[in-house]
């Protein structure tokens, strides 16, 4: 079993920075690929970036170079430093936790991009 819980969300303006942390618990953390996903109003949840065990990324298109995932395995966290962030970032942002037979979703946190 696997505890995820979102933090760091906020009002940001266009142009600005926010960095997201999801911290597990719960079971062996670094065992798990982590992804964040986001969904906006009225629109399907999209997946922006993965880490891998061995720490391999992956981005979606819409927030390459602008967006970038880490994770630190001992402190069981996963983090997602955004930056140059525009209005159509804004969404709800979700942890998620996989190994293939398992997966975890955190509660989300919400991210408002606007001026």
């Known amino acids: 079993q696997v505890q995820l819980v979102e933090s760091g969300g906020g009002l940001v303006q266009p142009g600005g920075s926010l960095r997201l942390s999801c911290a597990a618990s719960?079971?062996?953390?670094?065992?798990?690929?982590m992804t964040w996903y986001r969904q906006a109003p009225d629109k399907q949840r999209e997946l922006i970036a993965t880490?891998?065990?061995?720490?391999?990324?992956n981005y979606a298109d819409s927030v390459k170079g602008r967006f970038t995932i880490s994770r630190d395995n001992a402190k069981n966290t996963v983090y997602l430093q955004m930056d140059s962030l525009k209005p159509e970032d804004t969404a709800v942002y979700y942890c998620?936790?996989?190994?293939?037979?398992?997966?975890?979703w955190g509660k989300g946190t919400l991210v408002t991009v606007s001026s």
């Open positions: 998620n936790a996989r190994n293939g037979v398992m997966n975890y």
């Open positions: 719960g079971s062996i953390f670094s065992s798990y690929t």
């Open positions: 880490i891998t065990r061995g720490g391999g990324t």
